[in-house]
């Protein structure tokens, strides 16, 4: 297991951040090319049951999480099957200045055949780090949109 955190800022105030990225069911209009769709398939008062259907290192994937969201600036997310079965994302949104910071915790875990490629977790880490840049640039462009078809 590798533990490691990644830190990123965004323009947008943290209560908007954090309902974006905590808006499981329309996600994947955030970033379609890694997630292509993202289905509840059990909620309750602890979290959500989801089956995402993502691209994992240009492979296309259908896996397993639990997201819990702690309100108002906790996510995490919890992968139960696929190639990272057991890694957990733990997600921290702090209001800073003109804008969030976004803190992720990963602890990843490489599961089956892939633990055998230890030279895949420094892959991940910045592959990981790569799509949070990419996630912060969308998100943001996502919110213009959603501001500009409300007015």
Known sequence: MSTFTMERCSSLPQNKLFELST???NFHNIMPENFK????IKENEYG???IEKINFLGIPLKIKTKHIIVNPNVHEIHILSGPTKGT???ETYVQSGNGTIVSIEVKLILSGFYRLFGFLEGFLKNKMSATMDKFIVAVEKYDSS?????N
């Open 23 to 25: 808006d499981v069911e």
């Open 37 to 40: 769709s993202l289905e509840v």
């Open 48 to 50: 959500k049951l989801v």
């Open 88 to 90: 957990v994302f733990t």
């Open 146 to 150: 959603l501001t500009a078809y409300q």
